[in-house]
């Protein structure tokens, strides 16, 4: 009896041990004897994987200290950054290194590491070639080396690693899959991911991926699928498939493909991706997936028509799909009644097609859908004025539709509506003033911009949900501007009628305000102490007003602001000390005002970060502060009509970014715009430049431009050498001033110069001969000077008109009448005219004629063209907003390549 009870006791206690177990501690130092400690204590990791992981570390690159609590005094590796144990042995089994910009060499002490089930060295810098000894670690289930830059084949050995249920390979720069049978040993896969990486050669890989029984996600982004010769073995009647989601975009698949598409589809597909390929339509089989749920078909780029698309969808697919993208997919004809068959259809994007027609009503009748993205086609507005009041819709974007000219009330209908977008959709109306209280506390996003819409605004205070955008530029809006709520991230009001104080922008106090663009109206008064509220404001633009009055001292509190715009107003004054707290600025134009004083010696010494600095038409004086040279990004340095004297600074050669060719990648300024249909939008820097002659205002390629302008000064003192070095400069000018001595000899070495105005200054002696080498140089105004010699000869310094070389008493050559000491008559040929000899043109004359020829056939054709769009405002506004992103790299590039046509013509 005794013995039973003995018996039952240590059964008793071995069952209290094993479920304590996780709380004793063994620990085994360098092969030492298991001992026993505290059970709070955990178990820590074994001293020859520590080993192992500090040899691991030894060959990396680590720039940002990730790897920096690995180190051999910190005795337990299980608690190292990015190192997972197993709780009961002390083993590494997890190894996540990704986002760690990491570099160097992947050292094969991991070997060592056998009980290794997870290695994620996504995103880091690893390059040369992918280590095949990766395959040895057989424990493996999840292995992410994407986002690298390896190159080279992917190691088959990677067959062996049998227990893999998630392989990351995608984007990992110039990989390939000579022979994909490797992948048929994976038969736990689940999730395959190879985008960009080359399959060209993989002959049968629909065959090895349909044996992976288990995978459920596969993404073959950019594998180059289409040149595949024989991308299955044979075809297959049914599909036995497991995946879920699947991608195949980019790859410039025609609709071939579909033969080898069906044995990776199946009813439990829910994801589909095919954007970016040339398909021109779908089969029938894929309205037969009854469980997709969201299908991709952007960009691709045959023609393929709407109503035929949406009746081959129209299966059981047209029951579950939930989430629709086509924008810019060649779409063709009506919009077409089907589309009342897809009841569960949530998104629906079809921007950017050729759609024509109204809208069918039937859209807006699916008792799901919320969002409707239908922008940059010709549709019209439905025919009814009245939709269904039960719609769900929540995002509606018709922007460069054509559902005017009358305002569409049948918008006010939905009642639901969180985002609306109408802008440049050919409106020429007033608004309703109910339409502005239709949506209480709901609206978070409003466009009515780039349309003809004629009324005032009443108070929108209760009528905009949190962080909400309100942009109604370039319309005829009139009157005050309206009290709007504090909860404002965008104000655009540009371009418009308003008058009136700007007082109501201390009502908007203790918001998310971030972009504030109020210019182009006819606003008085003067700008409100009350900035230092807007502490997240990163654009200001009050430019083309009436403003006047000082800078209040609270503009300095905007120490987020990358861009403050007030040209051409009336404010005058000192510029407050504060403004140099602004370290944030990118452009600082304070152009066309009356602001007085010296310029500020702080604007180099504290705003680094500027790329364009305005300060032209104003009363500054004194001398161009040194400090200014230090503003190593500067692109725009213009301070020309100003009172400034004493003599240009030799310094500015240290303008790196005029000297090499480094262009901006944050001149422009991303708005979030906060919903699924458009997530961000894009605000340009705009500048008024002196160009040519003209004032001219550049946008979008204002980046393109590096520009110094000092004209109409009182500027003394000859042109520092050290000018010349600014080899990525494109306009100089230097006009109007009191400058004197020669033309810096090297001036040739300035060979990106589009325009050089050296006019109405004190410069004597000769024109540099090698200036006849700037074929580039497009503008050149050397006029009232006291320049003397020949003019040299190129058929560039001749194209010019006379004008650009008067007021030089001592000049002579063409293009001027007057004749160089020795010259004869005959030995001076006409400009354009016939050649000798034979009575044909020279071919000089010849190219010469075919620019000219050319130019005019191209104004010819640009007047046609604009005639148009003159006498029709939607087509003008359609015009613009398509050609606006690179009008002025057009004009950049047209005269940059005619130039170097031209000075090849002389080579």
Same mark, same amino acid.
């Given at each position: 009896?005794?013995?039973?009870?003995?018996?039952?006791?240590?059964?008793?206690?071995?069952?209290?041990?094993? *479920?304590?177990?996780?709380?004793?501690?063994?620990?085994?130092?360098?092969?030492?004897?298991?001992?026993?400690?505290?059970?709070?204590?955990?178990?820590?990791?074994?001293?020859?994987?520590?080993?192992?992981?500090?040899?691991?570390?030894?060959?990396?690159?680590?720039?940002?200290?990730?790897?920096?609590?690995?180190?051999?005094?910190?005795?337990?590796?299980?608690?190292?950054?990015?190192?997972?144990?197993?709780?009961?042995?002390?083993?590494?089994?997890?190894?996540?290194?990704?986002?760690? +910009?990491?570099?160097?060499?992947?050292?094969?002490?991991?070997? =060592?590491?056998?009980?290794?089930?997870?290695?994620?060295?996504?995103?880091?810098?690893? =390059?040369?070639?992918?280590?095949?000894?990766?395959?040895?670690?057989?424990?493996?289930?999840?292995?992410?080396?994407?986002?690298?830059?390896?190159?080279?084949?992917?190691?088959?050995?990677?067959?062996?690693?049998?227990?893999?249920?998630?392989?990351?390979?995608?984007?990992?720069?110039?990989?390939?899959?000579?022979?994909?049978?490797?992948?048929?040993?994976? +038969?736990?896969?689940?999730?395959?991911?190879?985008?960009?990486?080359?399959?060209?050669?993989?002959?049968?890989?629909?065959?090895?991926?349909?044996?992976?029984?288990?995978?459920?996600?596969?993404?073959?982004?950019?594998?180059?699928?289409?040149?595949?010769?024989?991308?299955?073995?044979?075809?297959?009647?049914?599909?036995?498939?497991?995946?879920?989601?699947?991608?195949?975009?980019?790859?410039?698949?025609? +609709? %071939?493909?579909?033969?080898?598409?069906?044995?990776?589809?199946?009813?439990?597909?829910?994801?589909?991706?095919?954007?970016?390929?040339?398909?021109?339509?779908?089969?029938?089989?894929?309205?037969?997936?009854?469980?997709?749920?969201?299908?991709?078909?952007?960009?691709?780029?045959?023609?393929?028509?709407?109503?035929?698309?949406?009746?081959?969808?129209?299966?059981?697919?047209?029951?579950?799909?939930?989430?629709?993208?086509?924008?810019?997919?060649?779409?063709?004809?009506?919009?077409?009644?089907?589309?009342?068959?897809?009841?569960?259809?949530?998104?629906?994007?079809?921007?950017?097609?050729?759609?024509?027609? %109204?809208?069918?009503?039937?859209?807006?009748?699916?008792?799901?859908?919320?969002?409707?993205?239908?922008?940059?086609?010709?549709?019209?507005?439905?025919?009814?004025?009245?939709?269904?009041?039960?719609?769900?819709? /929540?995002?509606?974007?018709?922007?460069?539709?054509?559902?005017?000219?009358?305002?569409?009330?049948?918008? /006010?209908?939905?009642?639901?509506?969180?985002?609306?977008?109408?802008?440049?959709?050919?409106?020429?109306?007033? &608004?309703?003033?109910?339409?502005?209280?239709?949506?209480?506390?709901?609206?978070?996003?409003?466009?009515?911009?780039?349309?003809?819409?004629?009324?005032?605004?009443?108070?929108?205070?209760?009528?905009?949900?949190?962080? +909400?955008?309100?942009?109604?530029?370039?319309?005829?809006?009139?009157?005050?501007?309206?009290?709007?709520?504090?909860?404002?991230?965008?104000?655009?009001?540009?371009?418009?009628?308003?008058?009136?104080?700007?007082?109501? &922008?201390?009502?908007?106090?203790?918001?998310?305000?971030?972009?504030?663009?109020?210019?182009?109206?006819?606003?008085?008064?003067?700008?409100?102490?009350?900035?230092?509220?807007?502490?997240?404001?990163?654009?200001?633009?009050?430019?083309?007003?009436?403003?006047?009055?000082?800078?209040?001292?609270? &503009?300095?509190?905007?120490?987020?602001?990358?861009?403050?715009?007030?040209?051409?107003?009336?404010?005058?004054?000192?510029?407050?000390?504060?403004?140099?707290?602004?370290?944030?600025?990118?452009?600082?134009?304070?152009?066309?005002?009356?602001?007085?004083? =010296?310029?500020?010696?702080?604007?180099?010494?504290?705003?680094?970060?500027?790329?364009?600095?305005?300060?032209?038409?104003?009363?500054?004086?004194?001398?161009?502060?040194?400090?200014?040279?230090?503003?190593?990004?500067?692109?725009?340095?213009?301070? %020309?009509?100003?009172?400034?004297?004493?003599?240009?600074?030799?310094?500015?050669?240290?303008?790196?970014?005029?000297?090499?060719?480094?262009?901006?990648?944050?001149?422009?300024?991303?708005?979030?715009?906060?919903?699924?249909?458009?997530?961000?939008?894009?605000?340009?820097?705009?500048?008024?430049?002196?160009?040519?002659?003209?004032?001219?205002?550049?946008?979008?390629?204002? *980046?393109?431009?590096?520009?110094?302008?000092?004209?109409?000064?009182?500027?003394?003192? /000859?042109?520092?050498? /050290? &000018?010349?070095?600014?080899?990525?400069?494109?306009?100089?000018?230097?006009?109007?001033?009191?400058?004197?001595?020669?033309?810096?000899?090297?001036?040739?070495?300035?060979? *990106?110069?589009?325009?050089?105005?050296?006019?109405?200054?004190?410069?004597?002696?000769?024109?540099?001969?090698?200036?006849?080498?700037?074929?580039?140089?497009?503008?050149?105004?050397?006029?009232?000077?006291?320049?003397?010699?020949?003019?040299?000869?190129?058929?560039?310094?001749?194209?010019?008109?006379?004008?650009?070389?008067?007021?030089?008493?001592?000049?002579?050559?063409?293009?001027?009448?007057?004749?160089?000491?020795?010259?004869?008559?005959?030995?001076?040929?006409?400009?354009?005219?016939?050649?000798?000899?034979?009575?044909?043109?020279?071919?000089?004359?010849?190219?010469?004629?075919?620019?000219?020829?050319?130019?005019?056939?191209?104004?010819?054709?640009?007047?046609?063209?604009?005639?148009?769009?003159?006498?029709?405002?939607?087509?003008?506004?359609?015009?613009?907003?398509?050609?606006?992103?690179?009008?002025?790299?057009?004009?950049?590039?047209?005269?940059?390549?005619?130039?170097?046509?031209?000075?090849?013509?002389?080579?």
């Amino acid at each position: 009896m005794n013995h039973c009870v003995y018996l039952i006791f240590l059964l008793l206690l071995f069952f209290i041990v094993a *479920k304590t177990g996780s709380q004793l501690v063994v620990v085994g130092e360098g092969g030492g004897d298991d001992t026993y400690n505290d059970v709070n204590m955990k178990i820590k990791c074994l001293d020859k994987e520590r080993l192992v992981l500090l040899l691991f570390k030894a060959p990396l690159q680590d720039p940002y200290g990730h790897l920096s609590t690995w180190i051999a005094d910190k005795h337990d590796c299980c608690e190292w950054k990015g190192v997972m144990c197993d709780e009961q042995t002390g083993h590494v089994t997890e190894l996540d290194m990704s986002f760690y +910009s990491l570099g160097g060499e992947i050292s094969h002490s991991l070997l =060592n590491l056998t009980y290794l089930n997870l290695l994620d060295l996504s995103y880091n810098s690893f =390059n040369g070639t992918i280590p095949n000894f990766i395959g040895s670690l057989t424990e493996l289930r999840k292995l992410d080396l994407s986002h690298n830059s390896f190159f080279g084949t992917i190691p088959p050995e990677f067959g062996n690693l049998t227990n893999l249920q998630v392989l990351r390979l995608g984007n990992v720069e110039r990989c390939r899959v000579e022979k994909v049978e490797w992948l048929s040993h994976l +038969s736990h896969l689940e999730e395959l991911d190879m985008d960009g990486i080359s399959l060209a050669k993989a002959d049968h890989w629909v065959d090895v991926i349909s044996s992976l029984q288990k995978l459920s996600v596969l993404s073959l982004e950019g594998c180059e699928l289409s040149q595949v010769m024989n991308p299955y073995s044979s075809f297959l009647n049914s599909s036995s498939s497991s995946i879920v989601k699947l991608y195949l975009n980019d790859n410039n698949l025609n +609709s %071939s493909m579909y033969r080898w598409l069906f044995p990776l589809t199946s009813n439990s597909i829910e994801i589909l991706d095919l954007t970016s390929n040339m398909l021109d339509g779908i089969p029938k089989y894929l309205g037969n997936l009854c469980n997709l749920k969201t299908f991709y078909f952007d960009n691709n780029s045959a023609v393929v028509k709407f109503p035929d698309f949406l009746h081959n969808l129209s299966g059981c697919t047209s029951l579950s799909i939930q989430r629709f993208y086509a924008t810019r997919s060649q779409f063709t004809g009506p919009f077409s009644d089907e589309i009342q068959n897809f009841s569960s259809l949530i998104w629906l994007y079809l921007s950017d097609n050729h759609l024509n027609g %109204s809208i069918s009503e039937k859209l807006w009748e699916l008792p799901s859908l919320e969002t409707v993205i239908v922008s940059f086609n010709n549709v019209t507005a439905p025919s009814s004025s009245h939709l269904s009041s039960l719609s769900s819709i /929540q995002s509606i974007d018709l922007r460069s539709s054509n559902i005017g000219p009358l305002f569409p009330k049948w918008i /006010q209908t939905l009642k639901n509506l969180t985002r609306l977008d109408l802008s440049n959709s050919g409106i020429s109306d007033t &608004i309703p003033l109910e339409f502005w209280d239709m949506w209480p506390s709901r609206l978070g996003y409003l466009n009515l911009s780039s349309n003809n819409i004629s009324t005032k605004v009443p108070d929108l205070l209760s009528n905009f949900a949190n962080t +909400s955008v309100i942009d109604l530029s370039f319309n005829n809006f009139y009157g005050s501007i309206p009290n709007v709520p504090s909860i404002l991230s965008t104000l655009d009001l540009s371009r418009n009628k308003f008058s009136g104080g700007i007082s109501f &922008i201390c009502q908007i106090v203790g918001g998310p305000l971030s972009f504030l663009d109020l210019s182009h109206n006819s606003l008085t008064g003067q700008l409100p102490d009350c900035l230092w509220h807007f502490e997240h404001l990163e654009v200001l633009n009050l430019g083309h007003n009436n403003l006047f009055g000082r800078l209040p001292p609270s &503009i300095g509190s905007l120490v987020e602001l990358k861009m403050l715009y007030l040209y051409k107003n009336n404010f005058s004054g000192e510029l407050p000390l504060s403004l140099k707290n602004c370290t944030s600025l990118i452009s600082l134009n304070l152009g066309a005002n009356k602001f007085s004083g =010296n310029v500020p010696v702080w604007i180099g010494e504290n705003l680094s970060g500027l790329y364009f600095l305005i300060l032209r038409s104003n009363n500054f004086f004194g001398t161009i502060p040194l400090q200014s040279c230090q503003l190593a990004n500067l692109q725009i340095l213009d301070l %020309s009509m100003n009172n400034l004297q004493g003599t240009i600074p030799s310094c500015l050669s240290n303008l790196t970014s005029m000297v090499q060719q480094v262009f901006s990648e944050d001149v422009t300024y991303t708005r979030i715009l906060g919903t699924e249909a458009v997530v961000a939008d894009t605000y340009i820097v705009h500048a008024m430049i002196e160009w040519q002659g003209d004032e001219r205002e550049f946008s979008t390629t204002l *980046k393109l431009v590096k520009s110094i302008d000092l004209s109409s000064n009182n500027l003394t003192g /000859q042109i520092p050498y /050290q &000018i010349t070095n600014l080899h990525d400069l494109v306009s100089l000018s230097l006009s109007n001033n009191n400058l004197f001595g020669e033309i810096p000899q090297k001036i040739d070495k300035m060979e *990106k110069l589009l325009t050089l105005d050296l006019s109405r200054n004190n410069f004597s002696g000769g024109i540099p001969p090698d200036m006849s080498q700037m074929s580039l140089l497009n503008y050149l105004d050397l006029s009232y000077n006291n320049l003397s010699g020949r003019i040299p000869t190129s058929t560039q310094l001749q194209s010019f008109p006379p004008s650009r070389y008067s007021g030089n008493a001592h000049l002579c050559g063409p293009p001027l009448t007057k004749k160089c000491p020795g010259d004869e008559e005959s030995e001076v040929p006409p400009l354009i005219g016939k050649g000798e000899g034979d009575g044909e043109d020279t071919d000089d004359e010849v190219e010469r004629w075919f620019y000219i020829g050319g130019g005019m056939g191209f104004a010819t054709g640009f007047w046609i063209a604009c005639g148009s769009l003159l006498l029709n405002r939607r087509w003008r506004h359609a015009f613009f907003h398509f050609f606006d992103s690179f009008k002025d790299w057009v004009y950049v590039k047209v005269v940059v390549l005619v130039s170097s046509l031209r000075r090849g013509g002389q080579m």
